[in-house]
Each structure stands twice: as C-alpha cells, then as structure tokens.
C-alpha cells in the first residue's frame, strides 16, 4: 500500500539556520505529493505541492522536488524564521485514492 | 470566506455519553473527511464521503458514524464515547479532482472524553 515516512523531531533550530525536513513515500504508479503546516491550535493547510516527476513546489520561502528516482520529497529552507515553529507534514495522493500522510515534523525555531 | 468550520471547538463527555460533530464547508467541494489526530500518529482518516447522500469508510472507523444529508454539511457521531476516542478530530473536504485536488482543514474540535 501506500505509505509516508518522515522524520519525527522535533527538529530545534536558530533563527535563520537552514532546514531540512526529509519525507520519503511508498507507492505504485505516479501519486502528487503535498506539504501540510499545522500552526499552534489550528487546522493543517497547504504548504506546497507537486504533481509529476522533477516538479519543484515552493511557497513562503520554503521548497520541496519531487525526486521519483529516490521516492523522496524533502522540504527545504534556507532561513527559518520564529514564525516557521510548527508541524509539518508530508502526504501523498494516488489517483482515485485518499490522502496518505506522515506523522508530523514539530520544527521550533528560537530566536 | 468561511472556508471549513467545525462544531464545537472543545467538547469533555463521559464515558457512555454520545454526540455529534458538525462540519460545514461553503466551497461546494464534492468531497469531505474526518479525521483524528493523535500524538505520534499523524492524521488517521476515520470515514469520508464523495457526495451528498454517500459514506465511505476510512482507516479507524469503528465506534464513528456519519452522514451527509446535506452537500455542504458532514455529521460525526459517536454513539457511546470511549475513553481512546479522547482526540482532537478535524473535518477537511476537497474538489472533485482525486488526483490533486488539496485538502482544505477545519481548524479541530478537541474531545475529551473521560
């Protein structure tokens, strides 16, 4: 079946440092893969997204491709900031499937 | 836009008791989802539905039920709570598209059940 796997964390970093969250799948065919952020007591929303092989997603300063070669999709920024502090998530979706999602990243940044 | 909006935002039953969460969305999405969301676990789909008037099960539907009588609405209902359906529950809902259509969240409803 299908199935994420990402790193846990929590993931502590300093303002401005570089982050790297790695999320690789499993699944048949060609699925899209997504970036969902959870911050403090809301609801998840869509970071990024990718469609196809090779696509770059990329919103707010962060960036994930879509690497069928290694079935990864890794989420990436260059500077991080107070506000980035969250749980992210990394989820696929085959055609004519549901959502398939990792178990979160917690990321807090300090100032 | 009000987007996806749930009902209540905070709820502590007994043991026994029973509810029902409300989910309603104003963006005509043809599909809609609950979920639960628990520490180390991710979200875990519980039921969803791919029009009015239709039901699906997900993952962990044992103890749930739910309906969409109404496009826009989709109920959750748990008849007799238990103490592991303590969680916090988020209805989401998408487009018609099942390739990559997004899915929009509503913002939780934290259940406590003791």
């Known amino acids: 079946g299908n199935s994420v796997t990402q790193m846990e964390g929590p993931v502590t970093l300093s303002e401005e440092a570089f982050l790297t969250i790695n999320c690789t799948y499993t699944?048949?065919?060609?699925?899209?893969l997504f970036w969902y952020v959870q911050y403090p007591g809301e609801g998840l929303q869509l970071l990024l997204k990718a469609t196809k092989a090779d696509d770059k997603g990329s919103n707010k300063g962060f960036e994930a491709t879509y690497r069928k070669e290694t079935t990864s999709f890794h989420l990436e920024k260059g500077s991080v900031q107070v506000s980035d502090s969250a749980v992210y998530f990394c989820?696929?979706?085959?055609?004519?499937?549901?959502?398939?999602f990792g178990p979160g990243t917690r990321l807090s940044v300090l100032p | 836009n009000a987007g996806v909006t749930q009902t209540p935002k905070f709820r502590v039953l007994k043991t026994g008791q029973s509810m029902t969460l409300l989910c309603a969305q104003d963006?005509?999405?043809?599909?809609m989802y609950w979920y639960r969301q628990d520490p180390g676990m991710g979200l875990r789909l519980i039921h969803y539905s791919v029009g009015e008037g239709t039901t699906a099960k997900g993952e962990v539907p044992d103890g749930y039920n739910v309906s969409r009588l109404k496009k826009q609405n989709f109920l959750l209902g748990l008849e007799s709570a238990a103490p592991s359906q303590t969680s916090v529950y988020f209805c989401?809902?998408?487009?018609?598209?099942?390739?990559?259509?997004?899915?929009?969240f509503g913002e939780g409803s934290r259940l406590t059940v003791l």
């Open positions: 963006m005509n999405h043809e599909y």
């Open positions: 989820a696929l979706r085959n055609y004519g499937q549901n959502f398939v």
């Open positions: 699944a048949t065919g060609y699925p899209s």
């Open positions: 989401a809902s998408s487009y018609l598209d099942r390739d990559t259509g997004e899915l929009f």
